[in-house]
């Protein structure tokens, strides 16, 4: 399985940005997914997961009531809607899936910094 994240830029602070996360190759093995985000000189963080098929949602404290995780399985892509974006939400945003062999795999990455 292959993840593809994409939606990332640069936003003002208050605006909204919609990131998306692409799954190619053995998709009928994937669980659960999620994103995870890591700003500079800070661990890897859990953002929000999602059941594989998308009746359960988990998010961090942090993101709750900003952010919406979702996917559509027809079109083997996640989703993450984040509004009211603040500056320290800033970080590289990844995907990760969890697949039936009990392993996950990550995407690359996509840039999300929010302006003050």
């Known amino acids: 399985v292959q993840l593809v994240e994409s939606g990332g830029g640069l936003v003002q602070a208050g605006g909204s940005l919609r990131l998306s996360c692409a799954a190619s190759?053995?998709?009928?093995?994937?669980?659960?997914m999620g994103w995870y985000r890591q700003a500079p000189g800070k661990l890897r963080e859990f953002v929000a997961s999602?059941?594989?098929?998308?009746?359960?949602?988990n998010l961090a404290d942090s993101v709750k009531g900003r952010f919406t995780i979702s996917r559509d399985n027809a079109k083997n892509t996640m989703y993450l809607q984040m509004n009211s974006l603040k500056p320290e939400d800033t970080a590289v945003y990844y995907c990760?899936?969890?697949?039936?062999?009990?392993?996950?795999?990550w995407g690359q990455g996509t840039q999300v910094t929010v302006s003050s």
């Open positions: 990760n899936a969890w697949l039936a062999t009990g392993s996950d795999t």
């Open positions: 999602i059941t594989s098929g998308g009746g359960s949602t």
């Open positions: 190759g053995s998709t009928f093995s994937i669980n659960a």
